[in-house]
């Protein structure tokens, strides 16, 4: 096992991503490459491949705005039930390994703990339910609350103010890549990239970022 080196005693606020971070993304990836295309392609009486076709085309358009992650946007867009539809699949949401762990860890070392997230508040209720992590968090901040989405710097101002994280002293770990150059450039001043976001694709290293693939990588509390 490797293990990372981070300041765990510099630090005091540790904000976590939740889909491909915390969670498996493969429960996401297979809602929306398999699932939606399947229902939508019934619904209007089409091949599966003309369906994700065009879906992927719909998403392409929307991705890191608040409608990417807003059900309600896609349930009228799409004419489907999304929540109920993800509500079918629970059974697929998965905690990554470890994770547990870590947040066990931080907990122990006395670390404010926030859950940061572009999920729907619908989405966030159905798999911290699934998951029974929801208790390790000090507070849950979706950007749907924030107003903006955590690519955008306007997002990091508003959570400064919801959570009261001092920058020099906090750490975010996100599979977004795109994120965690924001957030460095807002000032957060720890940041993690989570290489390992699907069970079920190939985890590639960031070239920007210290990588981490599982959490028992960052264990050591010395
Ligand atoms: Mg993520």
Do not use: C
Request: a negative charge.
């Amino acid at each position: 096992m490797n293990s990372i080196k981070f300041p765990l005693k510099d630090i005091q606020f540790v904000l976590l991503d939740m889909d491909g971070t915390l969670l498996d993304k493969y429960f996401d990836d297979y809602f929306w490459e398999h699932l939606v295309p399947e229902k939508y392609a019934e619904k209007h009486n089409i091949t599966f491949g003309k369906a994700k076709d065009e879906l992927m085309k719909l998403y392409r358009i929307h991705e890191g705005t608040l409608n990417w992650t807003d059900l309600d946007f896609w349930s009228k867009e799409l004419d489907l039930d999304i929540p109920a539809l993800k509500e079918q699949i629970r059974h697929l949401i998965e905690v990554h390994p470890h994770v547990e762990d870590f947040l066990k860890m931080l907990k122990r070392n006395k670390k404010k703990i926030f859950l940061v997230t572009n999920a729907h508040y619908k989405a966030v209720d159905l798999k911290l339910k699934k998951t029974r992590i929801g208790k390790y968090f000090d507070s849950v901040l979706s950007s749907f609350d924030a107003g903006s989405p955590k690519e955008s710097l306007e997002f990091w101002r508003e959570a400064e103010k919801r959570l009261g994280f001092d920058k020099e002293k906090t750490l975010l770990i996100d599979d977004s890549e795109e994120i965690l150059t924001t957030a460095k450039e807002y000032g957060i001043k720890h940041v993690l990239y989570k290489a390992k976001a699907s069970s079920n694709t190939i985890p590639k290293p960031s070239k920007d970022f210290l990588s981490v693939f599982d959490f028992n990588e960052l264990m050591d509390e010395s």
